[in-house]
């Protein structure tokens, strides 16, 4: 498929809104979140205990959390059942991680889309030196608009911590109904909050969050529930991963700590202040049990 070029229709709040997550990934992705997290993926894990990191062992040192952020694509990814003769969407693709991995493990054919040009550029770096390359695509795609696929073309879609970024999710996840065969499967993971968050709770943590990152708001069990029967998909199961991703919040804490010491060594002022000011609203919505990872799979029917 050849590379999409934005057709751009959007109102100005849309668009200052998604130039702003493409500034976000294409400034903070190889320091911030390949150096600081994961050189292949950028989302939480799930941790088993044998993963937690050892005393004095380095994020990046830690194969621990290398683990558990890829156990967490298993998991998502595997109740839509990608088999190899598949067409598979990974939309909002990252750096490519999540499609390197399931071309590997299930010989499938993978397009990822991101509105990141240098989340794509590293992503297609990636494929070229896997020798997968004729089996994945990364294309520039704004999925708060329309995607890029022909009605009923594709077997799954995978969307991994990435529709809380998007201005129109309702838009979105009708979208993939379209291009989604009939039984074709939507595996999805995001970052959401608690049902019945109250105004005070959103105030004070979901807002301050949602600014940071920047996100254009959480959607709850609840929520994601009846936008995904108006969307025309039927859910197949949904999982919250509260208290199975608590080792996430830990080791953000303790990186806030470390931002702090590494100031003393010299690490400039401003990006001190960069990283301190994305992980401190996470971590007091986590912290405050508001903020939660949340799993699904919902099916065309
Ligand atoms: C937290 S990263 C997750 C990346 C990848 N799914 C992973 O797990 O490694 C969020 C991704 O969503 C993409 N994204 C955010 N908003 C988007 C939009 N409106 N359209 C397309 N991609 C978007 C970003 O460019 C980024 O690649």
Known sequence: MKATNRRDTRTSGEHNHESAVAHHYDTLTEEFYLGGWNPDHIHFGLFER??????????????????????????????????????????????GGTAIRLVRQTGCRVTGVSLSSKQLEIARRKAADTNLGHRIAFNFADCSRSLPFADNSVDAVVNIESACHYSDRERFLREVRRILKPGGRLAAMDWMTVDNLSKDQNDRFIRPLCEAWPV???????????????AGLRLIEFEGFDGKDEENLRIIKERLNLLLTLKLFGIPETTVQQYTALFEPLCEAWSNKVFVLGRYCAERP
């Open 50 to 95: 044998e993963d937690r990191p050892r005393r004095g062992e380095s994020l990046q040192e830690s194969a621990g959390l290398a683990r558990a952020v890829e156990r967490m694509v298993d998991v998502v990814v595997a109740p839509a059942a990608i088999a190899a003769h598949h067409h598979v969407v990974d939309a909002g693709c990252g750096v």
């Open 216 to 230: 254009s708001g959480l959607e709850s069990e609840g929520s994601y529930t009846g936008k995904l029967r108006d």
